[in-house]
């Protein structure tokens, strides 16, 4: 299994814009489908975005879509996040997962992803 590790989260404004990073030991990154996924206080940890190994494909959550940006740089093991105009309600801890992969596919579903880092916080303040 690929080890993650999240950072850039934070204390945000409303309206504001974080970037998060998520670093994978190994060196087979680029097999791996990588998502990324929030928990909000009490609630469920749900979707977010997506990225398939090349890159080529991504996908979003409805209520991110046109606000965040999932990208990858195979060569530096790493995926990202880019969250702007965020909104208070998206005060939540976020994790990357990860699941190798043969096809060039995004997999948007928990239960598809067997490697999870530890999450990062972040905090948006209205």
């Known amino acids: 299994q690929v080890q993650l590790v999240e950072s850039g989260g934070g204390l945000v404004q409303a309206g504001g814009s974080l970037r998060l990073s998520c670093a994978a030991s190994?060196?087979?990154?680029?097999?791996?489908?990588m998502g990324w996924f929030r928990q909000a206080p009490g609630k469920e940890r749900d979707f977010v975005a997506a990225i398939s190994r090349s890159g080529g494909n991504t996908y979003y959550a409805g209520s991110v879509k046109g606000r965040f940006i999932i990208s990858r740089d195979n060569a530096k093991n790493t995926v990202y996040l880019q969250m702007n105009s965020l909104k208070p309600e998206e005060t939540a801890v976020y994790y990357c997962?990860?699941?190798?992969?043969?096809?060039?596919?995004?997999?948007?579903?928990?239960?598809?992803?067997?490697?999870w880092g530890q999450g990062t916080q972040v905090t948006v303040s209205s």
């Open positions: 997962a990860a699941e190798p992969k043969i096809d060039d596919y995004v997999r948007r579903w928990e239960y598809e992803y067997h490697s």
């Open positions: 190994g060196r087979t990154f680029s097999v791996y489908a």
